[in-house]
């Protein structure tokens, strides 16, 4: 039996998940790594856990978050959370189209534009807090069927919110401490819809729009 199947079978059914695990982590383990004290470099042949499903929060981890993400085909939940990796967000996201729920924040590093995320079609929950974003907020984001929760606050977005339809998914949207400009657009504004767009740029320019304003 090859070492990568051995490694693939040794796995499949492990949780890790918040224990008090230190050190080093091993390249036997995983599948779920999250809340734990591991620390030290992801290593390379943690690219062969096609079957892992949640990855990271809580670990103390170095070095930049790895590009054979891509290999983990079967991931539904990315949380990079207080993890001490470094960005940027490498563009191999892009294919992990099984994704619900992205949750990274407080990553340093470079900074980047907006990831690519038009094929995750089934995401309910993005989260990119702190991540050094920088560039306008692409206009796909707001026709997402399924997501309901967007939170891109403190990161270095400009340019204006146009002026699109949203989704009827939308619950909650969070751009705080961006330098997004122009006036706030009333389709954000939609009864429902818990915004917070503080810390910008926005000119108000009509009564209507102060009145939205004035609940936020």
Wanted: glycine share 8%; net charge neutral; charged share 15%.
């Amino acid at each position: 039996m090859s070492t990568t199947s051995s490694l693939n079978e040794s796995i499949f059914n492990r949780d890790l998940d918040q224990n008090q695990f230190s050190g080093m982590i091993p390249p036997e383990l995983g599948q779920r790594l999250s809340s734990n004290r591991f620390s030290g470099i992801l290593p390379l042949e943690l690219a062969e856990l096609k079957n892992l499903t949640n990855l990271i929060n809580d670990i103390n981890f170095t070095g930049s978050i790895p590009e054979y993400i891509s290999s983990w085909s079967g991931l539904s939940r990315l949380e990079i959370q207080g993890s001490g990796l470094k960005g940027p967000i490498p563009p191999s996201l892009s294919v992990l189209e099984k994704l619900t729920q992205i949750r990274i924040s407080d990553i340093h590093g470079t900074n980047q534009s907006f990831p690519v995320l038009t094929n995750m079609t089934g995401l309910t929950r993005v989260i990119l807090k702190n991540c050094g974003i920088s560039g306008g907020i692409p206009e796909y984001i707001w026709g997402m069927k399924n997501l309901s929760f967007l939170d891109l606050s403190f990161n270095e977005l400009t340019g204006e919110l146009t002026n699109v339809p949203i989704s009827a998914s939308f619950k909650f949207i969070f751009l705080t401490g961006n330098s997004l400009s122009g006036s706030i657009p009333l389709s954000i504004l939609k009864k429902g819809i818990t915004v917070d767009l503080s810390y910008n740029n926005f000119s108000l320019q009509s009564v209507e729009q102060s009145a939205c304003r004035e609940k936020l």
